[in-house]
């Protein structure tokens, strides 16, 4: 699993580094920072099926072309730029992403403004954000859910794993699901159980985060979840959801309740970064299975 992992980075790598030299010069697109997202990137990743996203910042891309028109005229440029790549197969177009196959490994490419701090971020949805485009800025956290995942304990990071070993089996790619609570809410969900039921540091820590998480999920209609990591709430209490919420620690717009949900075709993409439709229904129904020992 680790050597298909590692392949896997080295050759992502070498695609983020092509961006970097000559998305300029090609197609005028200034490369500040490119971010590997998703599973891969959070350091969660299983065998068999873990997601590889690539964010590129940009400073040629302001926020307020996105309120305007989305990210049309970035994707467009990007699929000329990948057109020219021989190894490259373009396999969907999306509003934010653009998905392709590079040597075997799928990819989602996303392109986002390059935000001088969070807190620019931050104070351009509060200032200048309707409420009802406030998802099509979620992408643009991407470094910073990185950067969470990263702090996390070990452990914490085995965990998730687990869970996503079991969500695998209960939700088959290769069938229609409902339900199927995608990978970042169920990483933030191992994470906060992990936190409150004490299992640092505690020779029975696969049985008690199990146990809070099948609680949590069980209960799910009165969960009020958040962490002061990137932000503090008293901060930016007009972004943040109403309840039931989950609230992603690195974008206080975006509460993982509603977004953390999807189904999908059999074989599709789960992907993080597209809405989801909050229904518990499956997930509730399923959790009594999980065991994380």
């Known amino acids: 699993m680790e050597r298909t992992q590692q392949k896997a980075r080295e050759n992502i790598d070498l695609l983020a580094d092509y961006f970097k030299n000559n998305l300029q010069r090609e197609q005028g697109i200034v490369v500040s920072e490119v971010i590997k997202g998703g599973s891969l990137g959070h350091g969660t990743a299983v065998n068999g099926e873990f997601d590889i996203d690539l964010v590129i910042y940009s400073q040629t891309v302001s926020g307020d072309e996105v309120l305007r028109n989305g990210y049309k005229k970035w994707l467009d440029k990007l699929v000329n730029f990948l057109d020219r790549l021989t190894e490259v197969t373009i396999t969907k177009r999306t509003r934010w992403s653009i998905q392709f196959t590079f040597r075997s490994i799928e990819v989602d490419l996303l392109i986002s403004p390059n935000w001088s701090s969070k807190q620019q971020f931050f104070d351009y949805l509060k200032d200048d954000v309707p409420q009802s485009r406030?998802?099509?800025?979620?992408?643009?956290?991407?470094?910073?859910?990185?950067?969470?995942?990263?702090?996390?304990?070990?452990?914490?990071?085995?965990?998730?794993?687990?869970?996503?070993?079991?969500?695998?089996?209960?939700?088959?790619?290769?069938?229609?699901?409902?339900?199927?609570?995608?990978?970042?809410?169920?990483?933030?969900?191992?994470?906060?159980?992990?936190?409150?039921?004490?299992?640092?540091?505690?020779?029975?820590?696969?049985?008690?985060?199990?146990?809070?998480?099948?609680?949590?999920?069980?209960?799910?209609?009165?969960?009020?979840?958040?962490?002061?990591?990137?932000?503090?709430?008293?901060?930016?209490?007009?972004?943040?959801?109403?309840?039931?919420?989950?609230?992603?620690?690195?974008?206080?717009?975006?509460?993982?309740?509603?977004?953390?949900?999807?189904?999908?075709?059999?074989?599709?993409?789960?992907?993080?970064?597209?809405?989801?439709?909050?229904?518990?229904?499956?997930?509730?129904?399923?959790?009594?299975?999980?065991?994380?020992?």
Not at 186 to 196: I, T, W
């Open 134 to 293: 406030f998802y099509d800025f979620s992408l643009c956290a991407s470094k910073w859910q990185v950067q969470f995942f990263k702090q996390q304990p070990n452990q914490v990071k085995d965990f998730v794993r687990k869970a996503k070993e079991w969500r695998n089996g209960v939700w088959p790619k290769d069938r229609d699901t409902a339900g199927r609570p995608k990978s970042y809410l169920l990483g933030l969900l191992v994470a906060y159980a992990y936190e409150e039921s004490g299992a640092e540091g505690t020779r029975d820590a696969a049985a008690r985060t199990t146990r809070k998480l099948r609680s949590l999920v069980e209960n799910h209609q009165t969960l009020d979840i958040w962490w002061e990591y990137h932000y503090m709430r008293r901060d930016y209490p007009s972004l943040l959801p109403s309840r039931p919420r989950i609230v992603d620690p690195a974008n206080p717009t975006n509460n993982l309740y509603e977004t953390g949900i999807a189904g999908k075709k059999a074989n599709d993409r789960s992907r993080d970064y597209e809405p989801g439709d909050g229904n518990w229904a499956g997930f509730a129904g399923n959790v009594h299975t999980l065991d994380l020992s």
